[in-house]
């Protein structure tokens, strides 16, 4: 149990066009999904917290305009990359919690973003 | 100082060998710690999840935690070149609803 998507899982886009990455939750309804982004060898850095339903929190220092962030079902989110540059090039990942354990995160295997 | 503390690495260790992964954390709140594994180009991978104190044994991994120290371990018995990966500790307050603080990850090879 506790399975999480993403798809893709890699995309390669031209600079200063939008990219759509999508979060699901397959076997368990999640409360809040998680956004992370990961450089390589470094450890995850979270983006933005979403409850279904709500607007997105997001953390110190990332533009919520250029990530926008919707959680409209309790088993799906998706994060858009807006107007993305070579410098948004990351791993994307998402996390859910549900109910069984609140306190933990179950990932997804992330989104490889190339932007050229 | 960072909140939660873990050595990077890389740890070498030859196929069989006993491996012992550590963080220290500094916030006394945390209550719930949790290891996550996490393959080259993948998503992290929830391994353990332990509230009290002691340990808590799955199969070839044991995770131990000792509050009054603010240390926490995991041991990987008999390990594999399969077990080469990324492990990251992470740490919750109790009833903290959305908020996990991560280690930066040990970096963990074994070799055959």
């Known amino acids: 149990g506790a399975v999480v998507s993403q798809h893709p899982s890699w995309v390669i886009c031209k600079s200063g066009t939008s990219v759509k990455i999508e979060c699901r939750s397959l076997d368990f309804q999640a409360t809040t999904m998680f956004w992370y982004r990961q450089f390589p060898k470094q450890s995850l850095m979270l983006m933005a917290t979403?409850?279904?339903?709500?607007?997105?929190?997001?953390e110190q220092g990332v533009e919520k305009d250029k990530f926008l962030i919707n959680h409209a079902s309790l088993t799906l989110s998706t994060l858009t990359v807006t107007s993305a540059h070579p410098e948004d090039s990351s791993f994307y990942i998402c996390?859910?919690?549900?109910?069984?354990?609140?306190?933990?995160?179950?990932f997804g295997p992330g989104t490889r973003l190339t932007v050229l | 100082q960072k909140e939660v503390e873990q050595d990077p690495g890389p740890l070498s260790v030859p196929e069989g060998a006993i491996v012992s992964l550590n963080c220290t954390y500094s916030?006394?709140?945390?209550?719930?710690f949790m290891w996550y594994r996490q393959y080259s180009r993948k998503g992290p991978e929830l391994l353990m999840y332990t509230y009290s104190s002691g340990n808590k044994e799955d199969g070839r991994f044991t995770a131990q935690v000792d509050k009054s120290s603010k240390y926490i371990s995991l041991f990987i018995r008999d390990s594999q070149p399969s077990d080469s990966a990324t492990y990251l500790c992470?740490?919750?307050?109790?009833?903290?609803?959305?908020?996990?603080?991560f280690g930066g990850g040990t970096r963990l090879m074994v070799k055959p």
């Open positions: 992470a740490m919750s307050p109790k009833n903290a609803g959305n908020m996990l603080t």
């Open positions: 916030n006394s709140a945390f209550q719930y």
């Open positions: 979403s409850n279904e339903g709500s607007k997105a929190t997001y």
């Open positions: 996390s859910a919690r549900g109910t069984r354990r609140p306190d933990t995160q179950y």
